[in-house]
C-alpha cells in the first residue's frame, strides 16, 4: 500500500468501511454526485494506488487519492454555508437546503433529544413531537441536520436509519457507522424488525382482541402536497390491539408488519377512527396527533447474537398519560396472523 500523501488523500476509518466508492467521497466532500462521479471515470481518484471504480467496495485503511483540487473545493463549498448555530459547526450542504432546493433557516438551539441506549453502532433517540428526521420545505431543522451539527467533523456522520412523521414521537435509530446503518437498514426493509406504536384514536374501537388489519394504500400528488389512500396500490398490513376503549376515544397499541407511508393514520382513519388530531386523515386540527413509537426490536443486534430493545414511554400527560408500557405483540397469536399475511402474500 502506497505511503499516504496528507495534502489529497483520505485514509478511510472503520466507521466508513463498506461503503461504495462514490458514496463515500460524497458523504466525505459534500460536492455534487456527477462531478466526482466524472473524477473517478477519468481516473483522477484512485483506491490504494490503483484505478478508483465509483461502486468499489472501500475498507478501513483503504487511501483514496483526489485530485490536488478537491479538497480546496470541498472547503470553498463548506465556507459558503451558514454556521449552526452561530460560531458553531459548518453543516453539509445537502442538510443546508430544504427539499426542493429551497435554502432554509435553522434555530440557534440544536440540541439533541434524550438518548435512550446504545448498542455499538447503533443509537436510539427519543424523537419528539415536531421535529422532522430529514429536513423539508423550507426548514431545515431536523435529527438528521442536529445530527450533523453535534458530531461535525465526525469521518461519518451518525445517520437515522428510518422515518417517523414529523408529528409522531418516540424511538428513532440512527447508524453511527456505515455498517450499523446498513444492519438497521437492512432490517427495516426485511421485516426483521418488530416496530410498535402507540396511538389514541377518534372513537370506540370495536374489537377486544388483537386483529390483523390489511388494506391496498397508493400515494396522491397534488403539487407539492403528498396524501395516501386506501383502495388500490401496494399492500399494508398492521395489528391493533385494544388497552383503553372508551365512547369518546381509544387507545391502541399497534404493530406494523409492513412499513408504508402514513400506514397507521391511513389504516385507522379507513377503519373510522382517525387518531385525535390529525387534520390530514380525520378531522380539521390544529393540534398534532397523538402517535408515539413506543418500542423497536431488532434481533441478532448483540454481540452474542442476542434481540436488542429501544424502548421509551408516550410523553403524553393529563387524561392522556401511559402509566407503563404493554407488553410487546410477539405472541403466538399475532405471530400466526403475520405468517398468514406473509403467506398470502406469496400465493
Not at 436510539?124 to 458530531?151: C, E, I, N, W
Not at 390530514?280 to 418500542?295: D, E, T, V
Given at each position: ?8 488523500t ?14 463515500y ?35 478501513d ?52 433529544p434524550?438518548l ?28 438528521a ?96 390491539s ?8 381509544s ?14 393514520r391511513?389504516q ?21 396527533f ?12 448483540l ?10 414511554p408516550p ?23 403475520i ?9
Amino acid at each position: 500500500m502506497p505511503s499516504p500523501e496528507p495534502e489529497h488523500t483520505l485514509v478511510v476509518s472503520a466507521a466508513e468501511s463498506g461503503q461504495k466508492l462514490l458514496q463515500y467521497l460524497v458523504r466525505r466532500l459534500g460536492l455534487s454526485q456527477s462531478m466526482l462521479h466524472r473524477w473517478i471515470r477519468t481516473g483522477q481518484i484512485r483506491v490504494n494506488g490503483g484505478r478508483g471504480k465509483p461502486f468499489l467496495r472501500i475498507a478501513d485503511g483503504d487511501q483514496v487519492r483526489l485530485p490536488p483540487f478537491a479538497l480546496k473545493m470541498a472547503a470553498s463549498a463548506q465556507a459558503g454555508a451558514p454556521a449552526a448555530p452561530a460560531e458553531g459547526p459548518r453543516l453539509p450542504a445537502f442538510l443546508r437546503r430544504g427539499r426542493f432546493g429551497k435554502r432554509a433557516s435553522l434555530p440557534t438551539d440544536l440540541a439533541l433529544p434524550p438518548l435512550i441506549a446504545r448498542q455499538g453502532d447503533i443509537w436510539a433517540y427519543d424523537k419528539p413531537a415536531g421535529l422532522p428526521v430529514q429536513p423539508g420545505t423550507g426548514h431545515a431543522d431536523s435529527m438528521a441536520t442536529r445530527l450533523a451539527a453535534a458530531f461535525s467533523g465526525a469521518p461519518f456522520l451518525p445517520t437515522p436509519a428510518h422515518r417517523l412523521d414529523m408529528d409522531t414521537s418516540g424511538v428513532l435509530l440512527v447508524g453511527a457507522s456505515y455498517g450499523a446503518l446498513r444492519l438497521l437498514q437492512d432490517a427495516f426493509r426485511s421485516h426483521g424488525m418488530v416496530k410498535e406504536y402507540l396511538a389514541w384514536v377518534e372513537g370506540r374501537w370495536e374489537h377486544e382482541a388483537p386483529r390483523l388489519l390489511c388494506h391496498q394504500m397508493a400515494k396522491k400528488y397534488s403539487g407539492y402536497f403528498e396524501r395516501v389512500e386506501t383502495g388500490a396500490g401496494r399492500d399494508a398490513c398492521c395489528i391493533v390491539s385494544p388497552l383503553l376503549r372508551g365512547e369518546r376515544g381509544s387507545l391502541l397499541h399497534v404493530r406494523l408488519i409492513t412499513g408504508r407511508t402514513h400506514q397507521i393514520r391511513v389504516q385507522l382513519s379507513a377503519c373510522g377512527h382517525p387518531l385525535m388530531g390529525d387534520g390530514k386523515y380525520g378531522a380539521a386540527s390544529n393540534q398534532g396527533f397523538l402517535l408515539h413509537a413506543c418500542r423497536l426490536i431488532l434481533p441478532n443486534a448483540l454481540p452474542d447474537g442476542g434481540t436488542a430493545t429501544f424502548e421509551t414511554p408516550p410523553p403524553w400527560t393529563g387524561g392522556r398519560a401511559l402509566g407503563e408500557l404493554p407488553p410487546s405483540l410477539t405472541d403466538a397469536s399475532c405471530q400466526d396472523m403475520i405468517a398468514e399475511f406473509l403467506t398470502s402474500r406469496t400465493q
